[in-house]
């Protein structure tokens, strides 16, 4: 069990940690020399079970409170500590604010320094701690009185500590593994080593992780699991990780260690807030400092439900931060002003790759109200209702913090089609599925009728005539399950209903007979239609109204102007441009290179990789081409 003190400055939580533990966990030489605590600080205490108490010490001081919230997340109990001298001050009041906004809700009071003044005085400031705490997830928390210089009432609290321990629910390992690393330091002959609080998962000697949100890989060279060599370690323990491959200088506080598939940083996050009672009116765009995990980054809140939103009041916002970060569904978070002075509310993540447009739509606020769901079926099933366009496996998992094993079982569970003829793979609800296939079946239908002489379409176009917010990648799955359920047919690249057939008439197929040998005599650079029917002695308008027809029923491709050219010179084409890009060390196709590739001028080279990026085959960027990754047959 992890436990994380909490209180104003000179309270005595270092003292109660070290009567505690018999451990000082002031380490750094500034705060023994002004008796302070000015960062975290850990210490361990064995139990008779052989399982380890972790404690983490956090600063009380005001101008320190980012801290201490770097310390707050991913603790188990609060130990909130409250001198009886004292009583309730200013940064104990703020820090149980802080702590109900985290969702922690399992604690016990220490009232310290009682050698130093009356019962009656003890008397009162219980009371006054139990009415602090009245209206927060604290509530009728235990109330140990006690003095951490004579030792009265020390063995008590750490009796409740060791039993409060026992009881604790076993956090699942489930997940990938993340770590929220609040420390980094160099061990001579050790090398980097980073420490923090497991979130979720296990991590083992020898796996690879990655650092985000740099993205460095790493490899576990050694681990320490609640300050003991351990082989694994897993969620709910402190772990010091060992790292192979990293210099010190290239991880720090705020920065997460993750299990590969969880890498995805973001700079916007949607998320359930609440504003304290205390705060003043949130109006949309303030800019505040937000504190995740361990990571303080600045940035600004976009409500999605109203323009100001009152103290006490919840709502659901969009964090556009200045500084992408790691966050999963579920991850608590703080805000605070501009200044950094005053804290002002929290909550917690529910999408962590939100749309930048759109995002106060009705359809996305739907997509939000799914993602606040009690259990991660009940999640998934409310977005695939809610989502026409499909749900994005890959970005799923992230966010939910999904094994592949996890996701596997959950998509057996809760019924749905998951298009996954090529990455990224796409889940609908067999409702929205049949929907889509009905969409793009009519749409053919009324091609066939509008244009009688047209084949079809193409795939891209009929994914844009259909629905085109969904993935090229999905849409592909899409027309092979309607060819192979034989609701659809395909020639060359053109899809029609089986069925439809388009025909040349005799006199047009003995011409067409005539002008195909011309086409192949030349297939990288077929001569144009005037050139043709000067060659056959033939008008130039009935060889264009031929060359036309047979585009339509898909028996040449127009790829530049008056260049009609066969299939298998397109696909040759396309071999090439495929191997220019292969060639590249960026991937990338220019008219140059591909113009001596083909032996022609820059000018219909420059027609050619026109027409792979009009048919979705490539995508211009700036004065290059390239492969499209989510690419359609075409």
Known sequence: MIIGTSGHIDHGKTSLVKALTGIDADRLKEEKERGITLDLGYAYAPLPNGDILGFIDVPGHEKLVHNMLAGATGIDYVLLIVAADDGVMPQTVEHVQILDLLGLHRGVVALTKIDRVSPARVEAVATQVSALLASTGLAGSPVFSLSSVTGLGVAALRQHLEAAAQNLTAISSGGGFRLA???????????????????????????????????????????????????????????????????????????????????????????????????????????????????????????????????????????????????????????????????????????????????????????????????????????????????????????????????????????CVIARLRPPATAFSPTRWQSLCDTALNVLAREHAEVADSLGLNAEQLRMRTSPQVTRAAFAALINHLLESQKLAKDGSWLHLPGHRISLGDVEEKLWCEVEPILAAEPLQPPRVRDIGRMLGVDEAVIRNLMRRLARMGRVYLVAHDHYYLPAAVSRLAEIVRQTAADHVKGEIYAAEFRTRIDTGRKLAIHILEFFDRVGYTRRVHDAHRIRNDLLQF
């Open 181 to 415: 690393v609040d420390r980094s330091f160099t061990l001579s002959g050790v090398g980097t080593v980073v420490t923090g609080t497991v979130f979720s998962g296990i991590v083992n000697v020898g796996d690879q992780l990655l650092v985000s949100p740099s993205g460095l890989e790493v490899r576990i060279r050694g681990i320490h699991a609640q300050n003991q060599p351990a082989q694994n370690g897993c969620a709910g323990q402190r772990c010091a990780l060992n790292l192979a491959g990293l210099e010190k200088s290239q991880v720090q506080r705020g920065d997460w260690m993750l299990t590969p598939f969880l890498h995805a940083p973001t700079h916007r996050i949607d998320v359930r807030m609440q504003l304290l009672d205390e705060a003043p009116p949130l109006k949309h765009w303030t800019p505040v400092h937000i504190h995740l995990g361990a990571a303080h980054v600045t940035g600004r809140v976009a409500l999605l439900e109203q323009e100001t939103l009152t103290p006490g009041s919840t709502a659901l916002a969009q964090l556009i931060l200045d500084k992408a970060v790691g966050a999963a569904l579920g991850d608590r978070f703080i805000i605070r002003d501009a200044s950094a002075q005053h804290t002002l509310g929290g909550g917690g993540v529910l999408d962590t790759h939100p749309p930048a447009r759109g995002r106060r739509t009705l359809q996305r606020l739907a997509m939000l109200q799914a993602w606040q769901c009690r259990t991660i079926p009940e999640i998934f099933a409310a977005l695939l209702d809610g989502s026409p366009n499909g749900v994005d496996l890959t970005t799923f998992a992230a966010n939910a913090n999904l094994s592949d094993d996890e996701l596997r079982r959950l998509t057996e569970t809760v019924p």
